[in-house]
């Protein structure tokens, strides 16, 4: 299942139920969880497209501290019609230019367009700030950042449980970050899938860092994938969205939970 979400922090739109099922785990970690630390970026937060129809809603990641050298950071982008998620790695060393990768993909579709050669500018001014990346949709993309998102979140502020409605099927998660244990999420489908994950405080940053693992039944087996991507909360707490690809990138997902009484 591929659901489609915006990054916005107050609007969202409906799920989308697509070819294969997945789900999410977005929540702050529990005493064994470890904080990541971001390292301080000129790109971290969110950003709006300006120029592209439809409008892109972005989040820029910086690696965190010590992950890799040199640092890499991703942006996550979704159209605002949740038709297409991209999902970049920068060249995050110097924060004003360098190279991207990564890939486009048509949500609800198999379809993955490879994104290389690529590269991104970033331009200050004492009011805003812009990144501009090329070849990107057949275009230059220019985006303006509308909040840096270097206020962290807490743990316990997605634990409960959380519905996503996908149309013809239903996923519902618990989230409890006093678990002694970092698989602080659990889960079923009405699809008969399993879920299990943990989540990562990030230090600096409005979001999560998320893994999770999908099982589905199937014909005579079945089908076990991990996901990993970034989950955030609207501001009230009563949407957790979730955007993430699987281990070797073919496959990608925004989804959304509501909080459940």
């Known amino acids: 299942m591929q659901t489609k979400i915006l990054f916005t922090r107050t609007s969202l739109l409906s799920a989308l139920v697509t070819a294969f099922t997945l789900t999410l785990s977005a929540c702050g970690g529990g005493s064994d969880t470890?904080?990541?630390t971001a390292t301080s970026s000129l790109t971290q937060g969110r950003w709006v497209s300006t120029g592209l129809s439809p409008a892109y809603t972005a989040i820029m990641v910086p690696t965190p501290t010590g992950a890799n050298t040199p640092?890499?950071?991703?942006?996550?982008?979704l159209a605002q019609d949740a038709t297409t998620l991209i999902k970049l790695?920068?060249?995050?060393?110097?924060?004003?230019?360098?190279?991207?990768?990564?890939?486009?993909?048509?949500l609800g579709t198999a379809s993955v367009t490879a994104v290389s050669g690529g590269s991104y500018t970033v331009s200050s001014t004492?009011?805003?700030?812009?990144?501009?990346?090329?070849?990107?949709?057949g275009a230059t993309a220019l985006f303006d950042r509308t909040d840096a998102m270097s206020t962290a979140l807490t743990a316990t502020q997605a634990n409960g449980k959380w519905q996503a409605d996908l149309g013809a099927a239903k996923v519902n998660w618990t989230v409890d970050t006093a678990a002694a244990n970092v698989n602080n999420l659990s889960g079923t489908s009405t699809t008969g899938c399993t879920y299990s994950g943990q989540s990562?405080?990030?230090?600096?940053?409005?979001?999560?860092?998320?893994?999770?693992?999908?099982?589905?039944?199937?014909?005579g087996t079945s089908s076990t994938q991990t996901f990993a991507g970034i989950g955030t909360l609207n501001a009230d707490n009563t949407r957790l969205t979730v955007v993430a690809t699987n281990g070797d990138e073919t496959r990608a997902a925004a989804l959304l939970f509501v909080k459940q009484p």
């Open 71 to 77: 640092a890499v950071d991703t942006l996550w982008a």
């Open 126 to 137: 004492a009011a805003s700030q812009q990144i501009s990346i090329q070849p990107l949709l």
């Open 200 to 219: 990562t405080v990030v230090a600096t940053q409005s979001l999560y860092k998320v893994q999770f693992t999908e099982t589905c039944p199937g014909s």
């Open 34 to 36: 470890p904080t990541l």
């Open 89 to 106: 790695k920068a060249n995050g060393a110097v924060q004003t230019a360098g190279a991207v990768t990564g890939s486009v993909y048509t």
